[in-house]
């Protein structure tokens, strides 16, 4: 005979756990664990400020790319409605551990002189037997949320970062295409007024034309390139109206002097990465559900009423009272769970190959962010020990040749152009490292990166336009 405890032991312990509340609180808390070394250098907020005080105290100053990062994590409206899902999700774990309510009817029939008063209280049997297990698994659908809430808020401090990268990068391309527009101006104005005296031809004057024309409409581009990528900033930050106004630093971050070494990057990624545990846990979840599938394929339906039926014969002033149970059962005679069973099975299967394809991704991200990383790396090095200086040179050495009257000031007017595409081609190439460092740290310890950003070419492009006039 089976013992009573085997099955009011998990009931118990079901229904204190269903009787828990709600805690939001709680849960951001446990987002928080599990993003904290995953989104940077950003501290906490003090406990006892505001949201709104803490980004009122982060605009006091510049903003910098963890500042960023933390009034985004703070004030971002999406941020929110994505840990609301996850309130949802717990709501649904306490709903889950519940009693079933009992369901009570009344029924009153009258024929003749006599009065028939029927009442039924049913039990769902099959609810009240698979509560620990519909409990275990609300649960586990909780870590589930858990994790994809800490993806999301990876992601949004990944966006915000690489926001503020370009957002700074525009900002300061734009002033170095002013610079060179001013040269370029110069040069317009000189052949302008040679050509009027008759010292030099219209075709030259054309040709310093036109250069300053392309330079004024990538000055136009840059200048609209600067905002549209400090407004992507503003919108991850959540920030409007006199918020907006907020200030960026000048320039970019130095590149590191040396990049610290990592080995088994894909290991890491497999190792570290929400994605990859996220698809591994709904695996085993959905493979321990298998069998409340199994059992609840076959009988479905089973609840059990206690029944009270009262009739009273006003003719005779008698009343008769009949007490019993009833037992309403779903007889399995056309459809045995085998359908149920099959879509289960094919559940897991599907599940299990998400995992295998998330670790594929995971493994093939890694690789491609760390490639990018190094080479991000080294071009920008590249633009800063090599390409720049031999600019600064050669328009140093322009200046004095042209003060020495041994070169003319077409060439000097050139080589200032030259030498502001390099500076911006450098802008370019430290903005790409900063974004792909974002993106390796994303792809190895956070989730997947999405498109992983591309080495910028425009900067190069411009370049060789600037040296061909």
């Not at 004024?216 to 109206?241: C, H, N, P, W």
Request: charged share 25%; with cysteine.
């Amino acid at each position: 005979m089976t013992n009573p405890t085997t099955i009011i032991a998990p009931l118990a312990l079901a229904v204190l756990a269903g009787c828990a509340a709600t805690s939001p609180q709680a849960l951001r808390e446990d987002v928080q664990r599990l993003t904290q070394e995953r989104v940077g250098d950003v501290a906490p907020a003090p406990s006892d400020v505001t949201p709104a005080q803490a980004v009122a105290a982060l605009l006091a100053g510049p903003v910098d790319a963890p500042t960023a990062v933390r009034m985004a994590l703070l004030n971002n409206p999406f941020l929110d409605a994505s840990l609301a899902v996850l309130s949802i999700s717990e709501a649904d774990r306490v709903q889950a551990g519940r009693l079933p309510n009992p369901l009570l009817t009344l029924d009153r029939l009258r024929e003749s002189d006599k009065l028939e008063i029927e009442r039924l209280l049913s039990f769902n049997v099959i609810n009240l037997l698979t509560l620990p297990w519909r409990a275990k698994y609300a649960g586990r659908q909780t870590e589930l949320a858990k994790l994809q809430a800490a993806q999301d808020v990876i992601r949004l401090a990944a966006d915000t970062r690489k926001a503020w990268f370009n957002a700074v990068a525009a900002r300061q391309t734009a002033a170095y295409l002013q610079d060179a527009t001013e040269a370029a101006e110069a040069g317009a104005e000189l052949a302008r007024r040679m050509a009027r005296v008759g010292n030099w031809s219209q075709l030259q004057q054309a040709r310093e034309q036109a250069t300053l024309a392309e330079l004024a409409a990538q000055l136009a581009r840059a200048r609209q390139q600067s905002v549209a990528e400090r407004e992507k900033l503003t919108r991850l930050m959540g920030l409007s109206g006199p918020q907006a106004q907020y200030a960026l630093p000048e320039r970019l971050p130095d590149v590191p002097a040396q990049l610290a070494e990592r080995e088994r990057i894909e290991a890491q990624a497999l190792r570290e990465r929400l994605d990859v545990r996220a698809a591994q846990d709904e695996a085993r979840y959905v493979a321990d559900s298998l069998g409340y599938v199994r059992a609840t394929g076959v009988i479905d339906v089973l609840e059990l009423g206690v029944k009270r039926n009262t009739t009273f014969d006003n003719a005779t002033r008698q009343r008769e009272t009949g007490r019993g149970a009833e037992l309403e059962l779903r007889l399995p005679l056309f459809d045995w769970g085998q359908a149920r069973g099959a879509r289960a099975e094919a559940v897991y299967r599907q599940s299990l190959a998400k995992a295998g394809a998330v670790a594929i991704q995971a493994r093939s991200e890694a690789r491609e962010a760390w490639h990018g990383w190094r080479t991000a790396y080294d071009l920008a090095r590249h633009y800063r020990d090599e390409i720049v200086p031999l600019r600064k040179f050669i328009n140093d050495e322009t200046v004095l040749r042209y003060n020495g009257m041994l070169a003319s000031v077409w060439e000097l007017l050139a080589e200032t152009r030259n030498h502001v595409a390099a500076v911006n081609g450098a802008i370019a190439a430290q903005r790409d490292f900063w974004i792909a460092d974002t993106d390796l740290q994303t792809a190895l310890t956070g989730t997947s990166p999405g498109a992983l950003g591309l080495l910028n070419t425009a900067a190069g492009e411009s370049s060789a336009t600037a040296q061909g006039h």
